[in-house]
């Protein structure tokens, strides 16, 4: 193929031209396929993508359409945002674990005219839908498996897709020179992708941003961490999720990397031993989930292996992280570290996959410091970076060599950051976006007209210049005796411990905080395993005695930190439960990207909230469930609520005294 | 776009359409004193799947052990793809194209899937023993093409991320799954299942449905299968037969059967 000469880099598609021209025989894309990894080149993506262009051109997608992307981590996927885009298109990616619904209400908001789905469960979840979708003209698949039968007046096979612009390329020589001319006529203000925001609250809204908002900020963010055309990436995080899309595509285009697409979701971990990214993003549950899943098998190894972890995993704890923020460490303190790097932290790295890691990031929520630190001490460069979906996720981001466990690092060039009077963050940025799509009256409420954007999150600056979350703004309340109470501060605490998956806290303009929590079934089981202690199912191992006595201590512990923190002391939890089904996305509990929402809970196990405030030490509820089938039952339960301690510091005595 | 449910007529009518793949006719086979299987003929047509039901020691087991070769009725005669048989070893209807996965499972529990997979290809592979120890070669080109099926086999039932991990390990719905992708590794003509979802919560049977429909359909793979969970069979099977102490008291049509009064009498007992 012949690669025209000149191209701008203003979109991602003429930055694809760039870099099959520049780069043409180094690895874009790879992907694991019948247990092998496959890879193309940037010249083979770019031809690709030029033949999904054609054929989508051909189906009659044109300049302005929307084109939905439903499924996995696949090449063949991120090549429909370029494809889409080449044309003029919206691409606009969508969650593949949400439901029918879900989705129905994106496509019918978007006004979608395209769908591209991964397999059968996506389309099926597509044809559902289509009498509320008037305006979806085709769906097109990239796995056939079992779609063979369908009926095909409206839906297409990717390849046939691409055929089809193959087609067009070979009958008509000026075809492939249209295609190049209106590549290079896209503009930097031209709307890149609208990404859909999970939202804890209400109906997901539609992010616009431009190919500027995320060119800028990516190569912004390329230059901080300097990310070249070397890097490899692993890509498993949701597709429609906006760390993902710049992670994946945007980055990948503009610095010229490799991203590497795993099997399937249950192979990540495999995969990525495999590859050993350079660069690489979690966010903190996979940190957690990593770190108690050695610690679990650690349990199982040999005396003398133990022995040998825990003396230098304890040694690491001492001169680790000093060691990787280049301080002054006496050489014979190196010299012992490297032998623990031989022995303990490499094996360990590797088992990880994080042999080749430069970078690493975590973000989306609060790390717990001693994970943090775990795995920074074993020479893992991991960092926190702070962002959202409306900023092209950099607003903040922590230079090598100043880390600190609970901040999340100073503003990345060209964005600034301040701090409103009600103490929520506000940041002005070229990665800001455009508007919400459709919905004018949220963009006036979240930008203003200067520029600033409201994140909704509170926070402040600490005196070493870095900036340090609270919790959402307008979570933070107060308690009737009129001390503060930051619900998320709380629950990150007591999400720290394993054993704790998630916890939901409960206080503002009550007497006192309240909280659930839902155990880990990875952790708790192991323990109980060990314990010979037998359950048939998460309700029962959850309503087990001596599983509320660990939970007990753990939040008597969290309330001795609180005590230590003269802003947090008056917030300690005085009664707690532990709750009799694991939250999860289908019952609407959590979001897709697993955070919380608050109120729906609350509204949910509203007669739990009563009993906690009623005095009462045990409840009777009912609730009901969505099984993964999509259909209805529920479960029953008598849940237990235990009384707690609260600690009284000499500053808030009085405070103190009121909570008891 | 919706599939409209096809009615009674049609649906017989389709399976009158289809060749017979597999015909037994008056087979009886007993141990000493004890009859397993009474004076019992029907047929298995290519392309459908076919159920095999009926109360506990029905003789359903022993009906699969008389077709892929196990057991020799003492009377009757089947006839597998026109070709009518006489005494046989279960390693040749392997070779005919019989595959089968077993009630209690029966893979090699410190072998890892793949392997077990692969050992499902052993009667397909024709190098000797002699280049195989050569390793490079022939051998090797061999085993290549044979690892490709078998990856292509991993793939469609889903089994990725337990390639390398030895089977005992595995949770018993996965275990399944392996021993169902080991039956397919030998591209069988009839694939004979024996209770594929026994002891499978509702997900992994969900699953286990898919992957027959699939197995069925996207392969074209001929299927009999012993299943307990009615609604399954009722679900998945063209044609359904049912036994009852040794004897067939009815066959057809889901639909049929599941109105047939003797067949209501057996898997509810009758008041002596």
Known sequence: ?660 | MTVMDPTLEEVKRRAEEREVLLDLENVSLSFGGVKAITNISFNIKKGEIRAIIGPNGAGKTSMLNVINGFYQPQEGVITFNGEKRSSMKPHLAVSQGIARTFQNVALFKGMSTLDNIMAGRATRMKRNMFWQMLYWGPAQREEIEHRKKVEEIIDFLEIQHIRRTPVGTLPYGLQKRVELARALAMEPELLLLDEPMAGMNLEEKEDMSRFILDVNDQLGTTIALIEHDMGVVMDLSDRVVVLDYGRKIADGVPEEVQSNQEVIDAYLGLSH
């Open chain 1, 1 to 660: 193929m012949q690669v025209p000469p000149s191209a701008g880099m203003d979109t991602f598609p003429q930055l694809l031209i760039r870099n099959a021209r520049d780069w043409g025989d180094r690895p874009a894309y790879r992907e694991k396929d019948l247990g092998i990894w496959q890879s193309w080149t940037w010249r083979e993506v770019l031809e690709e993508v030029r033949k999904l262009s054609l054929g989508l051109k051909s189906l009659g997608c044109k300049e302005g359409d929307k084109v939905a992307v439903i499924g996995a981590n696949r090449p063949h996927l991120y090549w429909v945002f370029a494809a889409v885009q080449a044309l003029g298109g919206v691409p606009i990616p969508v969650y593949s674990d949400s439901v029918a619904e879900e989705i129905a209400y994106v496509l019918g908001h978007a006004e979608v005219r395209f769908a591209v789905a991964e397999d059968q469960e996506q389309v099926d979840k597509l044809l559902e839908m289509s009498e509320k979708l008037p305006l979806l003209e085709h769906i097109i698949y990239e796995d056939p498996k079992g779609l063979r039968d369908y009926d095909h007046t409206s839906l297409h096979r990717y390849l046939s897709v691409q055929e089809a612009g193959q087609a067009l390329l070979d009958t008509d020589e000026q075809t492939a020179n249209e295609w190049f001319e209106a590549v290079n006529a896209g503009k930097r203000e031209d709307i890149a992708v609208i990404l859909y925001t999970s939202g804890t609250t209400g109906r997901p809204k539609g992010v616009m941003l431009t190919f500027k908002n995320l060119i800028v900020a990516v190569e912004n963010a390329n230059k901080f961490d300097n990310l070249d055309e070397n890097a490899d990436t692993v890509a498993y995080l949701p597709m429609a999720w906006v760390g993902d899309h710049v992670f994946s595509y945007a980055q990948c285009l503009t610095a010229g990397y490799c991203v590497n697409c795993p099997e399937g979701p249950e192979t990540v971990s495999i995969d990525r031993k495999e590859i050993a990214p350079t660069y690489m993003f979690a966010p903190p549950r996979v940190f957690e989930g990593m770190l108690t899943h050695i610690m679990v098998r650690m349990e199982d190894a040999s005396k003398m292996k133990k022995k040998l972890f825990d003396y230098f995993l304890d040694y690491a704890n001492q001169v680790g992280e000093r060691i990787l923020n280049g301080d002054k460490v006496s050489l014979f303190a190196r010299m012992k570290y490297a032998v623990g790097e031989f022995c303990v932290y490499g094996p360990l790295k590797n088992e990880m996959g994080f042999s080749r890691v430069r970078v690493a990031y975590t973000a989306g929520e609060a790390i717990g410091p001693e994970i943090f630190k775990f795995y920074r001490s074993i020479g893992l460069n991991l960092k926190q970076l702070y962002g959202q979906t409306e900023s092209s996720v950099f607003i903040t981001s922590q230079p090598d060599g100043q880390i600190y466990a609970d901040t999340v690092g100073v503003p990345m060039p060209d964005v600034e950051v301040k701090i409103a009077d009600s103490g929520e963050v506000m940041y002005r940025s070229p990665g800001a976006f455009l508007g919400y799509y459709k919905n004018d009256d949220a963009t006036k409420d979240t930008k203003t007209e200067e520029g600033w954007v409201h994140t909704g999150d509170a926070g402040m600056f600490l005196d070493n210049g870095h900036l340090k979350i609270i919790d959402r703004a307008k979570d933070v309340g107060k308690l009737n005796d009129g001390s503060m109470f930051a619900p998320k501060y709380i629950e990150n605490k007591l999400k720290f411990f394993p054993n704790i998956k998630e916890a939901v806290t409960f206080g503002n303009e009550r007497d006192y905080v309240c909280a659930f929590v839902n155990i880990d079934l990875v952790a708790v089981g192991n323990w109980a395993e060990r314990n010979n202690i037998a359950y048939a199912s998460y309700q029962e191992l959850a309503a087990h005695p001596e599983v509320y006595k660990t939970i007990q201590s753990h939040v008597d512990q969290v309330n001795k930190d609180l005590s230590q923190e003269p802003m947090m002391a008056g917030a300690q939890i005085k009664r707690f439960l532990v709750l009799h089904k694991e939250l999860d996305p289908d019952d609407g509990e959590l979001t897709r990207t697993q955070k919380v929402r608050r109120n729906f809970v609350a509204d949910r196990y509203a007669p739990l909230i009563e009993a906690f405030y009623a005095g009462e030490t045990s409840k009777h509820v009912v609730t009901e469930v969505t099984f993964e089938d999509g259909r209805q039952g529920t479960i029953e339960a008598t849940v237990e609520i235990r009384e707690m301690d609260t600690y009284r510091t000499d500053a808030m005595s009085a405070i103190g005294e009121a909570a008891e």
